[in-house]
């Protein structure tokens, strides 16, 4: 049996409508929950990063960084709080979208409050239960090659085991979860490096080239890591 009107539910509220996000915080708080706001983009990270929180409402075009990217950010740093979507994009090809990135609900707006509570109940239950979504944990590709996202540890092509840095995994899982698909530069530096230091792209090539090393038999004709010229770069298992 698990208590959802609990004051130890701890739900996140990212929503740049401050009218709409105070109303939703007064709603929240009567079910018992405590209930954090963010505004924008970075807060709504850095809430993610430093909080203990059972489900999140996150509103898709924010100030800054918007909310696909903060589920797609937060998901690479293997954080699976359940986020429920709530957004005026409401399209078939937007909640597709928003659901590939990691989310695990989606509801567009206008809504009807009661639903919008109705999904978080589910949600938080899910999480409580420990029965939200799959997890990209490993992978497995080539003959011998193998990730561990959550030890950051890898298996090369010669059958070695080693470790990574944790920017090397969350660049291995962002490629790994558009597998077959190109990932463009502006992409990754905003999602695996964030949204104060941008490196340059020189850097993303070194990443690849550290890669090819690691898993490609012969780097010069690789089999796994692409460059894409102009682009980005694909990684094809």
Request: aromatic share 8%.
């Amino acid at each position: 049996m698990f208590d959802q009107s609990s004051p130890s539910v701890r739900l996140l509220l990212v929503e740049d409508d401050s009218a709409l996000r105070r109303m939703l915080k007064i709603n929240l708080e009567q079910e018992g929950w405590h209930v954090t706001e963010a505004a924008d983009g970075p807060a709504a990270l850095q809430a993610f990063r430093s909080q203990r929180l059972d489900a999140a409402i996150l509103d898709v075009m924010l100030p800054e960084v918007d909310g696909l990217s903060i589920c797609r950010t937060i998901r690479l740093e293997g954080n699976n709080t359940p986020v429920l979507f709530l957004t005026a994009k409401n399209t078939g090809e937007d909640r597709v979208e928003g659901l590939r990135l990691g989310a695990d609900d989606y509801l567009g707006k206008p809504f009807h409050l009661e639903e919008l509570l109705l999904r978080l109940k589910k949600l938080i239950r899910m999480n409580q239960q420990g029965q939200t979504g799959v997890e990209l944990n490993e992978l497995s590709f080539g003959t011998k090659c193998s990730v561990d996202f959550a030890a950051y540890q890898i298996v090369t092509h010669e059958g070695k085991a080693q470790g990574i840095s944790k920017r090397e995994s969350m660049l291995l899982k962002l490629l790994a979860s558009k597998a077959g698909e190109v990932v463009s530069r502006e992409e990754i530096l905003e999602v695996v490096w964030g949204y104060d230091v941008f490196p340059s792209t020189r850097t993303i090539d070194n990443y690849i080239l550290a890669f090819r090393k690691y898993f490609e038999p012969d780097p010069k004709k690789p089999r796994h890591f692409f460059s894409v010229r102009g682009v980005g770069y694909r990684f094809d298992q």
